[in-house]
């Protein structure tokens, strides 16, 4: 890999009522909003050479990429370990209560219900850019969530994970080079070996 451009999915029914979704088995669709933003991705990209698409399991992933690709020959690479954070207890509720969790537990406590900690969270996106940047192709576009664009962005400019973090906006292209993805994968890795969120969050 040389060139990564990492996105986040266009605006879905669940993100646009500010609800968690962590179960790709849930449908979760685009709303029309979110159908005219994957449009016009596509439009944003249509010059742009793709070698390969990595999305995550979701649906609002896959349709993003779907429509932004449509009419291309690009081949599909499922990364799992790009999936949102699962949610536990927190699946379905609004995305304010679980950070209202998040920021009142440290980063290795398991969401209650089935969910997973976010130093496990962090350790699999990691390990998913490391799988990105092991690929052959040179342009590689990267549609997942905002959580794991955020901490890629942020650990590429030295910053470590942290419970609550800014979102990312809807079908916008965030390109990171190949050191800089290998830069911020170092950098979640050295975190996950010694988790800890930052003083001030």
């Known amino acids: 890999m040389e060139q990564a451009l990492l996105i986040r999915h266009a605006e ?4 646009v009522a500010g609800l968690t979704n962590g179960d790709p088995k ?17 439009e944003q990209l249509s010059e742009v050479p793709i070698d390969l698409c990595a999305v995550s399991e979701f649906r609002r992933a896959q349709e993003t990429a ?11 690479l499922v990364l799992p370990g790009l999936n949102d954070i699962r949610f536990g207890e927190f699946e379905g509720r609004r995305l304010a209560d679980y950070r209202a ?15 997973e900690s976010r130093a496990v969270t962090v350790q699999r996106y990691a390990q998913a850019f490391r799988e ?6 040179s342009t590689i576009l990267v549609v997942a969530h905002s959580l794991p664009i955020r901490y890629a962005l942020d650990a590429a400019a030295g ?19 190949a050191a800089e993805l290998s830069r911020a994968a170092e950098v979640l890795e050295r975190w996950c070996s010694a988790p800890a969120w930052p003083r001030t969050t």
Do not use: C, K
């Open 12 to 15: 879905s029914e669940a993100s």
């Open 132 to 137: 990105l940047l092991g690929r052959a192709e």
């Open 66 to 76: 779907d429509l932004a690709l449509e009419g291309r020959d690009v081949p599909r």
């Open 101 to 115: 969790w998040a920021r009142a537990n440290g980063p290795e406590d398991v969401v209650p219900g089935g969910g």
């Open 159 to 177: 910053s470590t994970p942290r419970p609550a973090v800014e979102q990312i906006p809807y079908a916008e292209p965030f390109e990171l080079d």
């Open 26 to 42: 849930r449908e979760i669709r685009l709303t029309g909003a979110g159908l005219e933003q994957a449009r016009r991705l596509g």
